[in-house]
C-alpha cells in the first residue's frame, strides 16, 4: 500500500506563513507528479499546486500563485508546500496526492491537513 501522510497544518492568522509536508511511505510507485489539493466546507475540492517529480516543473492555480510554493526532496520521497501571505479564503483541508507516471488522474492520497486562517 502506498502511504501519503501529510503534517503542517494548523490555526494561523491572516498574513502568517505555514510549511505543509507530505511524505511517501510503504509500496513505491514511480512518481510523475506530487500535488497539492485543497477542500473548504461546502466546496468541491480545488487543485492547488503541482510538481514534476524529475523534472521539477511547477504548475499552481491562479488563486495562489506568487504566494505558495511546491517543491520536493526525492531522496526524502517527500513534497513541501510553502503557504505566505495566507487569507481566510485559504481555509481548507489541504491533501497530498500522487501520479504515477504514465497515468492522467492522481491515485494516491493522503488524509488530509487542516488549516485555518482566521482574520
Known amino acids: 500500500q502506498v502511504q501519503l501522510v501529510e503534517s503542517g497544518g494548523g490555526l494561523v492568522q491572516a498574513g502568517d506563513s505555514l510549511r505543509l509536508s507530505c511524505t511517501a511511505s510503504?509500496?513505491?510507485?514511480?512518481?510523475?507528479?506530487m500535488g497539492w489539493f485543497r477542500q473548504a466546507p461546502g466546496k468541491e475540492r480545488e487543485f492547488v499546486a503541482a510538481?514534476?517529480?524529475?523534472?521539477?516543473?511547477?504548475w499552481y492555480a491562479d488563486s495562489v500563485k506568487g504566494r505558495f510554493t511546491i517543491s520536493r526532496d526525492n531522496a526524502k520521497n517527500t513534497v513541501y508546500l510553502q503557504m505566505n501571505s495566507l487569507k481566510p479564503e485559504d481555509t481548507a483541508v489541504y491533501y497530498c496526492?500522487?501520479?504515477?507516471?504514465?497515468?492522467?488522474?492522481?491515485?494516491?492520497w493522503g488524509q488530509g491537513t487542516q488549516v485555518i486562517v482566521s482574520s
Open positions: 496526492a500522487g501520479r504515477q507516471l504514465g497515468r492522467s488522474e492522481y491515485d494516491y
Open positions: 510503504g509500496r513505491v510507485f514511480t512518481k510523475d507528479r
Open positions: 510538481v514534476s517529480w524529475n523534472y521539477g516543473g511547477t
